[in-house]
């Protein structure tokens, strides 16, 4: 059947009009694809590079060289020590257990640090590098090496670690590094990328703590091209970081190893201070302990041994201890007087072994009394009723703020850990502490640097140098940043009378060369050198009326925790003052039988810059101190061999 002309023509108009929409549907999708293809590899090409290169390029920090650490005459207290390290990149590791398997084939593995590693793993972003064996052997280093392709993730390093040289001596001075921790972390707003780095060790206490941002440095960074195994191809460019700066300090290490040792066994501090400059030339806690231990993660065992021992080595007992400073308060108590006036230096008190206060009756050490005395007797023999009827006079606001001004009751600015501010007590701080007024008998307790009087080693000897010198010396522990010296603590005039000055030096100078002197036996005798200072005890329990009546029980018979602590303060040479120094002796006694000798061997040591000629001691003494001297020697040269043959 023919179709008809017009149905032909209108089916030919219906396929053109299909045609052109279709070819124009086919022309947009193709127009829009070329558009979107240039748009990627055109206008979009240098971010897609950019994301290439970052699939096979890592940046990786450097972390940076710990600045050093050293003594005032060049001898490390802090170094840095390369060591040689495996670590693992868990996403580039894939299996972490098979990977951890096939390495502890080829070393032997501390499953302790396994451990840690893995519990590191779980708490870090898995990009980061773990390290699971520290201070391993170049053997070691070279048998991962050649089995690197069995072991995606796993890298050898080279790396610093830090190493304490003196040991013991410095342990409470510099303290110790550790790795970061996630507490260290949460007491930073915002904290270094690399301080994320599991491992990556900061100062923890001390002065490696206190100027933690200038030792540690800024990192630098390298570019490192990897395969599709995130395994290190090649290094591309490095930038390295700014090394921390170096420390110098103004204590001597030599006097700081003879201090430690002179202290022995005994739960005591002691502080050196220069007359001159306020520099700290030592400054010991005994006993102390190897900060070694701490810089990568101390063991149980050996952190229970330090926590459990009743002498506390872990508190820095020179500048965190406080204690009632005893006798050695007494030139205080009457520094307070004489400026005032209220005293004259030939004026006596009758010391009958007591005194009645507001029908309290406060003893004297010595029992049977002292008789008339006047300042310097008071001074020489350490009689307590004399001050109680001197405090009674000036008040304790003013022996308070006489206090203070000699370094009692003030946290000196000293790159330490837990500096102590001590109590230097007055009624306005008692109102405020304790919500009660101040008494008398509080006052007669301060006079003799008891009930609430605190101070620790530290104060004690600025305290000594400020009554040696006149002036407000300010103790120094940092000497200089890379060279650039820091300013000195010699510090300006106090502005004291240098006639009540006078008064109280002559005190303390009998205190220690005339014969009835507290601390007579542990005097020096070589000329130009003689020292003065003031013995003191100060009672950590209280003594009742029955046993007062009965007899005080000796400090010989009471447990070591119930026994007066010990002090002992000095400056030499009276003439022309050096050093000052200050012992305290932890449940020790009497301090002029426990603190004093220590306190001499200790300033002789320092005034003679190294071991004093025998001569300067009394007779009594001389063998005892060639035998400790050579003793010590002994002591010394073996150290020194065992520190040798250990960095060897």
Not at 63 to 80: E, K, S
Not at 328 to 356: N, R
Not at 383 to 393: F, P
Not at 493 to 508: A, C, K, Q, V, W
Request: proline share 5%; charged share 25%; aromatic share 6%.
């Amino acid at each position: 059947m023919k179709r008809n002309v017009k149905d032909v023509e209108a089916s030919h108009r219906k396929l053109s009009r299909r045609a052109l929409l279709l070819g124009g549907l086919q022309l947009t999708f193709a127009g829009a694809l070329a558009m979107r293809m240039r748009h990627l590899q055109v206008d979009q090409a240098d971010q897609f590079r950019l994301l290439a290169e970052e699939n096979r390029i890592n940046i990786r920090l450097i972390p940076p060289a710990r600045g050093q650490i050293y003594d005032r005459n060049g001898t490390i207290l802090a170094q840095n020590s390369q060591s040689y390290r495996i670590t693992i990149v868990p996403e580039d590791a894939g299996d972490v257990g098979e990977v951890i398997d096939k390495l502890s084939r080829l070393l032997s593995l501390d499953p302790e640090d396994i451990e840690r590693a893995l519990a590191e793993m779980r708490r870090s972003p898995p990009f980061l590098p773990i390290t699971l064996a520290d201070q391993i052997s170049w053997d070691d280093i070279s048998k991962v090496a050649v089995n690197a392709p069995a072991l995606p993730g796993i890298t050898p390093e080279v790396g610093l670690t830090r190493v304490y040289p003196q040991r013991e001596d410095f342990a409470h001075v510099v303290g110790y590094v550790g790795p970061v921790s996630d507490y260290d972390l949460s007491k930073l707003t915002d904290p270094e990328p690399i301080l994320r780095i599991p491992r990556f060790q900061i100062g923890k206490v001390g002065f490696e703590a206190k100027v933690e941002q200038d030792l540690r440095g800024k990192a630098g960074a390298k570019r490192v091209e990897v395969n599709a195994t995130g395994r290190v191809m090649r290094e591309l460019d490095r930038r390295e970081g700014e090394a921390g700066a170096d420390m110098q300090l103004t204590v001597d290490a030599d006097l700081q190893y003879y201090t430690q040792a002179r202290l022995g066994n005994e739960s005591a501090s002691a502080v050196v201070i220069d007359c001159e400059s306020g520099d700290v030339r030592a400054i010991v806690s005994s006993p102390s302990f190897d900060p070694n231990l701490f810089v990568r993660g101390i063991s149980v065992a050996d952190y229970r041994t330090l926590t459990e021992d009743p002498y506390r080595p872990l508190a820095n007992k020179s500048v965190q201890g406080t204690y009632p400073p005893g006798s050695t308060f007494k030139m205080i108590t009457a520094l307070a007087a004489l400026e005032e006036g209220l005293i004259g230096t030939e004026e006596t008190v009758w010391c009958p072994g007591h005194l009645e206060v507001s029908g309290r009756r406060f003893h004297c050490w010595k029992r049977a009394g002292h008789g008339h005395v006047d300042l310097n007797t008071s001074l020489k023999s350490s009689c307590d009723v004399y001050y109680y009827d001197l405090a009674i006079k000036v008040g304790i606001d003013k022996i308070s703020a006489m206090a203070k001004r000699f370094g009692l009751g003030v946290r000196h600015d000293l790159p330490m850990s837990a500096v102590a501010r001590g109590i230097a007590p007055n009624k306005e701080w008692k109102s405020k502490t304790y919500g009660q007024d101040w008494l008398v008998g509080d006052t007669v307790n301060s006079s003799i640097g008891q009930g609430y009087l605190l101070a620790s080693p530290m104060q004690l000897a600025v305290m000594t140098a400020r009554l040696a010198s006149g002036r407000s010396i300010t103790p120094r522990l940092l000497k200089s940043i890379d060279g650039v010296e820091q300013p000195s603590g010699a510090g300006e005039p106090l502005g004291i009378n240098e006639n009540n000055l006078r008064t109280i030096r002559r005190g303390m100078y009998s205190v220690s060369n005339e014969r009835r002197g507290t601390g007579y036996r542990s005097r020096i005798i070589a000329d130009g050198m003689r020292m003065a200072g003031k013995s003191g005890t100060s009672q950590v329990r209280n003594i009742t009326a029955a046993e007062r009546a009965a007899g005080v029980i000796r400090n010989e018979d009471l447990p070591w925790e119930r026994r007066d602590h010990a002090l002992f303060v000095a400056y030499a040479p009276v003439e022309d003052p050096k050093f000052a120094v200050a012992v305290v002796v932890e449940h020790g006694g009497g301090g002029s039988k426990a603190a004093a000798p220590i306190a001499r061997d200790v300033l002789l040591q320092a005034l003679y810059d190294g071991a004093p000629p025998l001569d300067a001691y009394p007779k009594k003494d001389r063998s005892r101190i060639q035998a400790q001297q050579e003793r010590m020697e002994r002591e010394r040269s073996q150290r020194a061999r065992n520190t040798d043959s250990g960095q060897a």
